[in-house]
């Protein structure tokens, strides 16, 4: 990759790093998924109910779920030549999510379950945006492969 392209890489990921959603509407989803995620889980649901009043932990919430759908729309939408792994890699703060684990957890079971759970939220937005928008593809002529290479990747990122 020439250095002209690596710049407009980076201006591309740092516009998308600048997209606004609704803080309301993200939280509105995280909260849901989360009853989702716990229903079967009720030890654990007790923990995390006492986590959402936890203002570092509704902000990676939040996070993960912008994440999800901002890089879901991405992969849709992109051009083939763009490389969606630098998306990735340059969209996903995983340092800001350990920081707030670390700040949110007080053993490494807990880290485990919450750094768990904010991967889940994000691979789980991300699924749901990326099936319900895969219809794009007439518009933006990306051949199957492609998609199915991104959601591939971004789910391999993410296990």
């Known amino acids: 990759m020439n250095e002209n392209t ?7 990921i740092d ?5 606004s959603l609704n803080h309301n509407d993200l939280l509105g989803a995280a909260l849901e998924f989360s009853d989702i995620y716990f229903k079967d889980k009720p030890t654990q649901s007790k ?3 006492k986590l959402w009043g936890n203002g570092e ?3 990676q919430a939040v996070l993960s779920v912008r994440e999800g759908v901002v890089l879901a729309m991405q992969a849709v939408t992109l051009d083939a030549s763009i490389s969606f792994e630098s998306i990735i890699n340059g969209c996903i ?3 800001n999510q350990k ?3 670390k ?3 007080t053993n490494p079971i807990e880290y485990t379950q919450v750094n768990d759970f904010f991967t889940a939220l994000r691979r789980d937005v991300f699924e749901r945006i990326f099936n319900a928008n895969i219809t794009m593809q007439e518009f933006t002529q990306l051949s199957d492969e492609v998609l199915k ?7 391999q990122k993410h296990l």
């Open 6 to 12: 690596q710049l407009q890489l980076a201006d591309l």
């Open 15 to 19: 516009s998308i790093n600048h997209i």
């Open 47 to 49: 923990k995390f109910d």
């Open 57 to 59: 932990f509704i902000e």
């Open 93 to 95: 703060n995983v340092e």
């Open 99 to 101: 920081y707030y684990v």
């Open 103 to 105: 700040s949110i957890s």
């Open 149 to 155: 290479q991104r959601h591939a990747l971004f789910m």
